[in-house]
């Protein structure tokens, strides 16, 4: 990590800290998930999910070596470090989206948007509960608040959480990625303390691609390539350059910079995106209890965030390291 870098994330230390560039990549990331969601629930109609996860993550590997490439960023981890850094990829990375993609298949983009907003509350239970650490009660309101808000964004539409066994079996594998998405930025937090959003997010995809391409063989051998329409392919182009490879590292730079329970917060903003692009795009028009909804997410964020008593470690080794 250059001393650039190691002086922009003291300047993020203490209290309060102001709206600055970690904030806006971590929205650039989430907007580009808002609009994600629906795209891949396209796609998913004309490509088996685990063809798509394959295609894509060899796409967004490519993108991100060279990416790296042009950064002169090595790959190359001490030992300590890539035994940590394995499990943290099994989890945040592989399983996290194999349960994504199938879960998206089997329910609702809003009961996706609903459960994924589960997010920082289980890092909250991560930190109060295994960890032992004495919480701010802002953030526990923060936490409670805006997912209380994402509920009313989608069962305001009246659409959301069907019964049906498919959307519940949905429900859970969606639910079960959030845990992953949140042990993901949990876990990656130490590693980008001491390495560059670059590398682990390079390496993530190096990890994860070859992976997803072998449990996807006999779906890549029964593809009939040719039935596969063009808004698929954008769709499949999409995700691995946007959603995968840049928001994977915007996201990783403002985990690097802010810490994981502010970045965290911002994710919730998602399905208000999600709302608005439809709206926009659809002519979908939000109810009194959406807006409502989105309202009280906005609010939990602001609590998450700004929360006086929320304060960061001095990070000695990003201080001194030099990459």
Known sequence: ??????????????????????????????????????????TLASMHPMVFNALRFSLSSIVMVLISWLQHQPLSLPREDRRRTFPIMVVGVLLYQLLFVFGLSRTTAGNTSVLLATIPIFIALYWGIIHGQRLPALIWAGAVMTFTGVAMLTLGSG??????????????????????????TIGSQSLLERHSPTKITTLSMLFAAPALDLIAIPQLLRTDWSAIPWPAWAGLLFSAVFSIALSYLFWNTGVQYMGSARATA???????????????????????????????????????????????RKRTAVSTASE
């Open 266 to 312: 911002y994710s919730n903003l998602t399905p208000i995106i999600s709302l608005i692009t439809a709206w926009i795009a659809l002519g979908e028009r939000l109810n009194a209890v959406q807006m409502a909804g989105a309202a009280v997410v906005l609010v939990g964020i602001w609590l998450v965030r700004f929360d006086p008593r929320l304060r960061r």
């Open 159 to 184: 659409k959301a959480f069907s019964a049906g066994s498919a959307s519940l079996i949905g429900d859970g594998l969606i639910l079960l990625a959030a845990v992953c998405w949140a042990a993901y």
């Open 1 to 42: 990590m250059s001393r650039a870098q190691a002086s922009l994330s003291t300047h993020y230390l203490g209290t309060r800290p102001p709206f600055g560039l970690p904030d806006g990549l971590i929205l650039l990331a989430v907007l580009i998930w808002g609009v994600n969601t629906s795209i891949v629930k396209a």
